[in-house]
C-alpha cells in the first residue's frame, strides 16, 4: 500500500492527513493558522505536526511517496510559492515547497487549495462520474476548482478559478484585495459573519446569522437573501461560462444545507442561460470538510493529478 501526506492550508486552520492509495484517510490533524509569527515558523510548526502524525500512525516513512499541499492562491505551481493570499497577508512570495524539502526527502507537490479539494472529489468523492464539474469553496474565502474534460484547469500559474475576485456589487464595500464589491467580501463566511454582527449589534457566528434567517428575523432576511441572490449569479456565471453538468459546493458555509442548496437552485432553474444549464446539479461535496487533505493527498497518489 502506498501513502502520501496531504496539507490543506487555510486561513485559520492547517489540516494534516496520511492518506491511502483507496482515498482512505490513516491519521488526521488540524491545528490552527497562526498569522502572528513569520510564515515559516508556520511551516515549521505544520512540518513538526505531520512528524508526530506519522509516527503515531506506525507507518514506515519509506512507505510515503510524498508530499501535497493545497495553498490558498494566488500561488505559482511552477516556482513551488505562495506569492500573495489576501487571507494570509503576511504570506508574500513563500518558497513552500523549497522549505519543505529542507525537512523532507520526498517528493512535493503544491497546488491551489479548490483545486486540491475538486481533485479529492472527482477521486472518491461526488464528481466521480463526471468529467465536467466546478467545486465551490464558500469558507473564509470563495475559490473554485474546475474540471474540464477531465482535466484540472490551471491557468499560467495555477490560479484559475479564482472566482472570489469577481465584482458583483461594489455597493457592499471594499474587499481584502482592494476592489470593491468582490464575492469573497460579500457571501464568505467570514463576510457574513461580519456583517451579520454588525447588523445585530453583537458578535455572532455565520451560523448564528443563518439561526436568525431560518426564525424569520426582520434584518437579517433581507440580508442573507441578498447573500443567497449573489451566490446564485456565481453559480450561473459558472455554468454559462464552462456548460458544467454539475457543482459541487463545499467549505464551512455549505453546512447551511437545503436552505443554501435550494435557494441557489431556485436561482439557477430560473437565470441559467440555456435549458441545459438550468438542469445543472448542484450538491454538496461528499467528503465535507476534508475535500482539500484528501485532494491535496492525491496530488501525489494520482498520476493525472500532475
Not at 442548496?261 to 438542469?279: P, T
Amino acid at each position: 500500500m502506498k501513502y502520501s501526506v496531504g496539507v490543506d492550508i487555510g486561513g485559520t486552520k492547517v489540516s494534516i492527513a496520511i492518506v491511502d492509495s483507496a482515498g482512505q484517510m490513516i491519521k488526521q490533524s488540524k491545528i490552527s493558522t497562526n498569522v502572528t509569527i513569520p510564515p515559516k515558523e508556520m511551516i515549521n510548526q505544520i512540518s513538526q505536526e505531520m512528524e508526530r502524525i506519522i509516527k503515531l500512525s506506525g507507518i514506515p516513512l519509506q512507505s510515503i511517496i510524498g508530499i501535497g499541499i493545497g495553498a490558498p492562491g494566488p500561488i505559482d505551481i511552477s516556482k513551488g510559492m505562495i506569492v500573495s493570499p489576501p487571507n494570509l497577508t503576511n504570506w508574500v512570495d513563500i518558497p513552500i515547497v523549497e522549505w519543505f524539502k529542507e525537512k523532507w526527502s520526498l517528493p512535493i507537490f503544491l497546488d491551489n487549495d479548490a483545486n486540491a479539494a475538486a481533485l479529492g472529489e472527482k477521486w472518491i468523492g461526488a464528481a466521480r462520474n463526471n468529467k465536467d464539474f466546478v467545486y465551490v469553496t464558500i469558507s473564509t474565502g470563495i475559490g473554485a476548482g474546475i474540471f474540464v474534460d477531465g482535466k484540472i484547469l490551471h491557468g499560467r500559474k495555477g490560479n484559475a478559478g479564482d472566482i472570489g475576485h469577481i465584482v458583483v456589487d461594489p455597493s457592499f464595500g471594499k474587499c481584502v484585495c482592494g476592489q470593491y464589491g468582490c464575492i469573497e467580501s460579500i457571501a464568505s463566511g467570514t463576510a457574513i459573519a461580519k456583517r451579520g454582527s454588525e447588523i445585530m449589534g453583537e458578535e455572532l457566528s455565520t451560523k448564528d446569522i443563518f439561526d436568525l434567517y431560518v426564525k424569520g428575523h426582520a434584518d437579517i432576511v433581507p440580508f442573507l437573501d441578498r447573500i443567497f441572490y449573489t451566490l446564485g449569479t456565481v453559480c450561473v456565471t459558472i455554468i454559462n461560462l464552462y456548460d458544467t453538468e454539475k457543482i459541487i459546493i463545499g467549505g464551512g458555509v455549505s453546512n447551511v444545507g437545503a436552505l443554501l442548496f435550494d435557494r441557489i437552485e431556485e436561482y439557477v432553474c430560473q437565470y441559467a442561460l440555456n435549458q441545459f444549464g438550468r438542469k445543472t446539479t448542484i450538491v454538496p461535496a461528499k467528503l465535507g470538510q476534508e475535500a482539500g487533505v484528501v485532494g491535496a493527498a492525491a496530488l501525489c497518489l494520482l498520476e493525472n493529478a500532475r
